[in-house]
Antibody, heavy 122, light 113 residues
């Protein structure tokens, strides 16, 4: 069974940093591109970042470019999102998502984790 | 960026009745090499992450009930739930994956009448 479990969310002050993790299981992690998608409280879905299966290619939404860094450790089946210079508008549930086999970006998402809440507030 | 516009924002449907959700893209999402529309639909039940229903505008994801169907072409697309079940009370989102940045519609809330 495909599973993705996010962790690392919490309360952080504006300007602070946080690292999210996504532990994957039930599939060959190193064969799939992975993405982060976020959802502000009561709002819609927003693409954040993507990374190719081997980690050679990355992509970011303009809203986070230069502040967030996506990475992965295929030996640990884990996806990361390093978030810096955080702003109140970054407050959201952050979902780890999987792209279907053979796809990187642009793509749709065939599996989603349960999400982890990041709150940026003084 | 491709802007995705969903309508209506919400709709109330009786159990067993049909629900129709619309999604319009600001430009075509037709991939010329494959002649396929790069449009997906998701359902998000309260307190849960989204779940993929449809991709390539009309291909049902494995395990998705056949009461869900997708249609459309060019810039106008529709998700139809032929006979609403209680578990279909949820938010529904369309998403284009024709180009980056990936963009989603604003969502349509389906409630019970």
């Amino acid at each position: 069974e495909v599973q993705m479990v996010e962790s690392g969310g919490g309360l952080v002050q504006p300007g602070g940093s946080l690292r999210l993790s996504c532990a994957a299981s039930g599939f060959t992690f190193s064969s799939y591109a992975m993405h982060w998608v976020r959802q502000a409280p009561g709002k819609g879905l927003e693409y954040v970042s993507a990374i190719s299966s081997k980690g050679f290619n990355t992509d970011y939404a303009n809203s986070v470019k230069g502040r967030f860094t996506i990475s992965r450790d295929n030996s640990k089946n884990t996806l990361y999102l390093q978030m810096g210079s955080l702003r109140p508008e970054d407050t959201a549930v952050y979902y780890c998502t999987r792209a279907p086999s053979g796809s990187y970006n642009p793509t749709y998402f065939d599996y989603w984790g349960q999400g982890t809440l990041v709150t940026v507030s003084a | 960026d491709i802007v995705m516009t969903q309508s209506p924002d919400s709709l109330a449907v009786s159990l067993g009745e049909r629900a129709t959700i619309n999604c319009k893209s600001s430009q075509s999402v037709l991939h010329s090499s494959s002649n396929k529309h790069y449009l997906a639909w998701y359902r998000q039940k309260p307190g849960q992450p989204p779940m993929l229903l449809i991709y390539l505008s009309s291909t049902r994801e494995s395990g998705v009930p056949d009461r869900f169907s997708g249609s459309g072409s060019g810039t106008d697309f529709t998700l139809t739930i032929s006979s609403l079940q209680a578990e279909d009370v949820a938010l529904y989102y369309c998403q284009q994956y024709y180009s980056t940045p990936l963009t989603f519609g604003g969502g349509t809330k389906v409630e019970l009448k």
